[in-house]
């Protein structure tokens, strides 16, 4: 929502680890390097790096996992209604 001090802070904190984890001390030759490092950090990112507010698990992993709960909750909610 516009005027609220949140509405970027996602944003904000991830660029700050792109930053800090990322850029800082790296020189890139050009563009097309880069744009092939990044490429290759994201999916680090995404798919590697644990996250202790994920529980120690990657992106990915906590994705997984939270779509196989909410499909046994969607089966157990159906079950239980079918007997009605």
């Known amino acids: 929502m516009k005027g ?19 850029v800082k001390g790296k020189y890139f030759g050009n563009l097309e390097q880069l744009k092939l490092e990044l ?12 996250h202790g507010t994920l529980g120690y698990l990657s992106p990915i992993d906590y994705k997984i ?5 909410l499909s046994s909750l969607v089966l157990t909610y159906h079950n239980y209604f079918l007997h009605f």
């Open 4 to 22: 609220c001090s949140y509405d970027n802070a996602v944003a904000e904190a991830t660029f700050k680890i792109i930053k800090t984890e990322f």
């Open 65 to 69: 996992g939270h779509h196989k709960k």
């Open 39 to 50: 490429d290759d950090y994201v999916y680090w990112f995404n798919h590697i790096r644990i």
